[in-house]
């Protein structure tokens, strides 16, 4: 296995997005952006690549949902990183711009991008970037919550600009709207262009996906009715 | 003010998608797929549109999120819908292929679908179509679970197929990657569009959304130590 190849992986949790970035041959990885909810998860996703987390990473202090980092740092001795100009209390590694953040023969090069908070960075990794919420997706994070600046980013979209064109941008959340076109999905959804009932039946019965995590909850819930409590009276549950 | 006009918002909770979908004429709207953590949210949302919900429609029974249909009828008095396939108890109005489901000048017209689930249906209004479960960007819901048949499915998409490629399609869930280049945001994202740093911090500065709902909480979390535990104890909190 030559040094370059890695393991990637996305990461959905509530709207937030994170990342696992690994390197194959030295079986260690980072992830960027853990959720609280997902801390354990993060780390079975990074034995399934039979790899360590050496890093988590916060591209920003978040004021929108609970990293997992500190949980992370107390439960399996994980580094944390962040920007040097964080506040938080539980830092093991502080980084500024230009700095490499390394895990095997992978390294993460640090573009420092305050504006939607003042220790936000982004992570370069060769033709990726993970922006956290200094550029998302047909926008931008928003300045007016504390350590923002919209003078601040404006500065440090520009440093983006400088980049390259082919760079992939993999944000921090993913607010699009959510739609695509029947044309779309006849030409271009793996299900839809299956030709016959056999095939089709065969894909779809023949992986076993883990249950959704809440599905007894889910089923009960959804499948009977309110108790004791009266139709319209307004109580609330 | 013609009968045409519509509002219509797509709602992101955690990983499902919802929506709401009004005449503007009439004031009254319907909510599809809500999602229990946002049950007061969509009746302020109709608020805003100066609206009533009259119906909340699930598209089929959910495995894996509870639906807030139940909690809408009880605190307000909405009428819940769903395809006359299902176990729900709480049910007000069974729909079945062919149904519209009208609200003031407009109207769903009810497409069945079974396959993810035995009760699942999608909804066609104009050149949309909600299609819940049915069909995901990308993909399609999974067949393994409660009432799934895979057999079932192949058939709801190969119905899907017969209805026009210039149909947006809105689905339930959206599990694609997220992902985009810098060319991309650089060419069409208005914050990065925007050329000089005034118009930028004006833009930036001149609205205020709400604040994260969850914000003191996620930054008391984010910025204080753990308290109580050793580094490394390995005790979980």
Request: proline letters at 4%.
């Amino acid at each position: 296995m030559s040094g370059n190849e890695i393991f990637f992986e996305q990461i959905r949790s509530a709207g937030c997005l994170s990342y696992i970035l690994g390197c194959a041959k030295d079986k260690v990885c980072v992830v960027i952006d853990p959720e609280l909810d997902k801390a354990d998860d993060y780390v079975g996703l990074a034995e399934f690549f039979k790899s360590q987390i050496l890093y988590a990473i916060d591209t920003h202090t978040h004021a929108d949902h609970s990293s997992a980092c500190k949980v992370m740092r107390e439960r399996y001795g994980i580094k944390v990183v962040m920007h040097r100009a964080t506040d938080a209390p539980y830092v093991d590694l502080r980084v500024e711009d230009g700095a490499e953040i390394c895990f095997g023969q992978q390294s993460l090069k640090v573009v420092y991008t305050p504006g939607h908070t003042q220790d936000a960075m982004c992570l370069l990794f060769k033709d990726r970037i993970f922006t956290g919420d200094t550029l998302l997706i047909g926008g931008c994070g928003r300045t007016d919550l504390p350590g923002g600046s919209a003078e601040a980013q404006y500065r440090s979209l520009l440093v983006l600009k400088t980049l390259s064109d082919d760079i992939r941008v993999y944000p921090g959340h993913d607010y699009r709207e959510a739609v695509s076109s029947l044309r779309e999905e006849k030409q271009t959804n793996a299900r839809m262009l299956i030709a016959s009932q056999e095939e089709f039946v065969h894909f779809m019965t023949s992986r076993k996906p883990p249950l959704p995590r809440k599905i007894q909850e889910a089923l009960e819930w959804n499948r009977t009715p309110i108790q004791g409590t009266q139709r319209g009276m307004g109580e609330g549950i």
